[in-house]
């Protein structure tokens, strides 16, 4: 079975860049690397100068998922909570489509990410009149952490893939 992400690929932690707090003045720091064929997230956030999160986004490529039913990821956590964002065409720059997932700690879980579950966000606030979310469009895809605690964090990360329309969505939280 091919997985749309996969770090089975030794390439694939090259992929991806970090996009921290430090942009608009926080101290937050947050990268991906890998680790025996498992993505690992990891940092440290800060609410030092307004800051507080720290994400990394896989460079951009196309995914037509029009014809799933969401997003299936396996995670083991450590307890924060996480969101996983996706940027289309149809938000301006910046604004990106979530859905948060909270994977108890050093546990792997397997979260269903359902497409009703995101929502339209631009620097963590709604967007109450964002056009709705299309999956034919995903261009790119990031996980952040910004749950307002300081200290340290690690999410490992196995796969991301596709739920089939057939699929019941099993949520773990």
């Known amino acids: 079975m091919t997985r749309l992400i996969d770090f089975q690929h030794a390439d694939e932690a090259t992929r991806w860049r970090a996009i921290n707090d430090d942009v608009m003045g926080g101290v937050s720091r947050g ?5 025996d064929g498992i993505g690992v997230f990891s940092g440290e956030t800060s609410l030092e ?20 039913a969401g997003l299936l990821l396996r995670v083991r956590g450590d307890g924060r909570r996480y969101q ?11 604004g990106a489509y979530r ?22 966000v631009f620097r963590g606030r709604r967007l109450e009149d964002a056009p709705p979310f299309d999956p034919g469009a995903i261009q790119q895809v990031g ?10 964090f ?14 019941t969505p099993r949520r773990k939280a």
């Open 154 to 167: 690690r999410l490992e990360v196995d796969w991301l893939d596709a739920m089939e329309r057939d699929e």
């Open 84 to 94: 996983l964002r996706l940027r289309t065409d149809r938000l301006f720059d910046g």
């Open 99 to 120: 859905a948060l997932f909270q994977p108890a700690a050093g546990e792997w879980q397997q979260f269903a990410l359902p497409w009703h579950e995101f929502e339209a």
């Open 143 to 152: 996980l952040l952490i910004a749950d307002r605690t300081a200290g340290p």
């Open 49 to 68: 100068n307004n800051g507080g999160f720290a994400s990394v986004r896989r460079e951009p490529e196309a995914f037509d998922l029009s014809k799933t």
């Open 31 to 35: 990268h991906l690397h890998m680790e």
